[in-house]
């Protein structure tokens, strides 16, 4: 009996041709994932855990005393990356859209060279480039902005902001350039007909219209940055901690990984609330979908 | 729309933008040339004195050619499973498209800190030593979501009646999957391996928790970053941005040149479902 004859008799559909991918997801991402899960509920020891079970760890990481402040910290750090990546993201998909000409094609191939500048050059590269002596600091020098360096900018918030939102926005071009698509310029001409200002264009007619994928945008942004743990580690100030850093503190420096998988499924469970409430707050403003008119 | 006052803010954002997204790779790639130990101004010269110290130095050798081994076995390996993954997805009776689709999607949606650190204790669970093979299978994992949506998308833009015509004349399935599915496929299958390749190469955050004691190129330059300002950690990062660029150029020029031979096909529209016939028609051919 031979494999086709096995398969035509148990019924495999063409579906079965995706089993050993799912197989190999099954084995190297939900069982570690669940393995993640059950450490949270052990007990820790250096680099193991043992038995028994509790709930001890969930209550440790959010009264432990450092957690308040990284959370903070990443809030605010994710947000303002996010927040800049998607209101210059909105600037540049819309110039791509509207007015771009033929200069669409090479400023979106730019943007997405870009992207293939590795993850950790981009962070280096703001070392070099925020410095005392760096070359941010030698072009507003030889302008005659300023007659000594500007020292803050490195090992600093804004460092960290300036490299999350090189990483950050070309995806966020990228996804509010595809969301622009339907938006016939013709709609924002009938806009401008009726005597729809500029502002008024934006406010009720491109945002309205937008607010699924600018969410969406937002929302990966801020998962995207907020867990980064290699960006404050080298452009971040002293004490500027953040939760992807002390994950991974947790689990490489302290070897305490119930606490370090608690505070991940914290975090995680974190960001699935802010997808919640950011699709309950679209469906409610009615916003989650929209009808194209042709 | 087209009036010339309108997007005046639009545009000085866009070019500032470039700028911001350009200048400090321009930066790096300067002072790689730069013939001092310097990294800041004045630029005293070009030398290539960096890129030689660089290739000459044993931890970078075995870095690349770690990277290189990594990302050819995750792409590699992504592209059979993956493509499988995508056509069993596609095909897929409506009930498990939904849940099957999910799975094959979900691993993008976790940031990298945490599959890292949930494939790290997983793996010293499975008491499985942390090495280069624990990297390449933590890779897979990471980049396999990636090639399945783009391959997914154009598995589902198939005409399925090519199949059906191969079908109907009594090809099996493996032989319809081969030769009528394939065929139509593979410069996209091709596209998302190279992605997949360059995903891997430059991935850290996740290969920092599961490489043990072996190197990556992005391992490399992390533990050269932690220890000073050195100006090789500028030849390496040159290289990268190099080396992603000309794979780019190249995907790019490739789709350009089959654009054109697709276009110039359409005179005669029948060829592709002729070629369907043909290859179903003669099914002992096919082994």
């Keep these: ?294 | 729309m087209r009036s010339q006052s309108g997007g005046r803010i639009q545009t000085a954002v866009t070019f500032a933008a470039l700028v911001f997204l350009f200048a400090p790779l321009i930066v790096v790639v300067l002072f790689s040339f730069h013939s001092s130990g310097s990294l800041s101004f004045p630029f005293e010269g070009f030398s290539l004195r960096w890129y030689r110290a660089t290739f000459e130095s044993p931890q970078f050798r075995s870095a690349l050619e770690n990277s290189l081994i990594v990302a050819a076995v995750a792409a590699a390996t992504t592209l059979v499973l993956g493509t499988l993954a995508a056509y069993g997805v596609s095909r897929a009776s409506p009930r498990l498209k939904g849940p099957l689709a999910l799975t094959f999607f979900l691993p993008i949606t976790l940031p990298g800190v945490f599959l890292g650190v949930a494939l790290l204790i997983y793996y010293v669970r499975l008491d499985l030593q942390l090495s280069l093979t624990t990297i390449a299978i933590s890779h897979m994992v990471y980049v396999s979501p990636y090639f399945f949506i783009v391959a997914r998308t154009a598995m589902d833009r198939l005409d399925p009646a090519l199949e059906e015509v191969a079908r109907d004349l009594g090809a099996r399935p493996v032989e319809v999957f081969v030769r009528v599915t394939l065929p139509q496929l593979w410069p996209i299958l091709l596209g998302a391996t190279a992605l997949a390749f360059m995903l891997s190469f430059d991935e850290f955050v996740i290969t920092f928790f599961v490489a043990g004691g072996d190197t990556t190129l992005p391992v490399f330059i992390f533990g050269q970053m932690r220890r000073t300002v050195d100006p090789t950690i500028n030849v390496v990062s040159s290289l990268l941005i190099g080396g992603s660029l000309a794979l780019w150029i190249m995907a790019f020029i490739y789709a350009a040149v089959l654009q054109r031979r697709a276009s110039a096909k359409k005179t005669e529209p029948p060829t592709a479902a002729a070629s369907a016939v043909q290859t179903a028609g003669a099914p002992a051919e096919a082994r």
């Excluded at chain 1, 020891?45 to 043992?50: N, P, T």
């Excluded at chain 1, 990966?220 to 971040?236: E, I, R, W």
Aim: with cysteine.
């Design chain 1, 1 to 294: 009996m031979n494999a086709s004859v096995i398969a035509r008799r148990l019924r495999f559909g063409p579906g079965a041709a995706s089993a050993p991918g799912a197989l190999g997801l099954i084995v190297f991402f939900l069982a570690p994932v669940v393995t993640l899960l059950v450490y949270s509920f052990l007990t820790s020891g250096r680099f193991s855990v043992a038995r028994p079970f509790t709930l001890s760890n969930y209550d440790a990481t959010i009264s432990a005393a450092g957690t308040a402040g990284a959370v903070r910290n990443s809030v605010l750090l994710g947000v303002l990356a996010a927040g800049v990546a998607v209101v210059v993201g909105l600037a540049i998909a819309s110039w791509l859209r509207y007015y771009a000409g033929r200069l669409q094609n090479v400023v979106l191939s730019m943007i997405i060279i870009s992207m293939f500048a590795s993850y950790l050059v981009r962070i280096y590269a703001f070392r070099i480039l925020l410095g005392d002596e760096g070359a941010v600091n030698t072009v507003l020098d030889t302008l005659g902005i300023v007659s000594e360096p500007v020292s803050w900018m490195l090992f600093s918030r804004f460092a960290v902001v300036c490299a999350l939102t090189h990483i950050a926005l070309p995806y966020v071009v990228l996804i509010l350039y595809g969301a622009f698509r339907p938006l016939d310029p013709a709609y924002l001409e009938a806009a401008q007909d009726l005597g729809a200002g500029a502002l008024t264009r934006w406010v009720r007619v491109i945002l309205p219209t937008m607010a699924a994928p600018i969410g969406s945008a937002f929302l990966m942004t801020f998962v995207l940055t907020s867990a980064d743990y290699v960006t404050p580690q080298f452009l971040g100030g002293t004490g500027q901690q953040m939760v992807g850093l002390l994950i991974q503190t947790n689990f490489t420096v302290a070897g305490d990984w119930a606490r370090g998988a608690a505070l991940s499924f914290l975090t995680l469970g974190a960001y699935l609330l802010c997808y919640v409430i950011m699709g309950l707050g679209l469906r409610i403003a009615k916003l989650n979908t929209i009808r194209w008119g042709t």
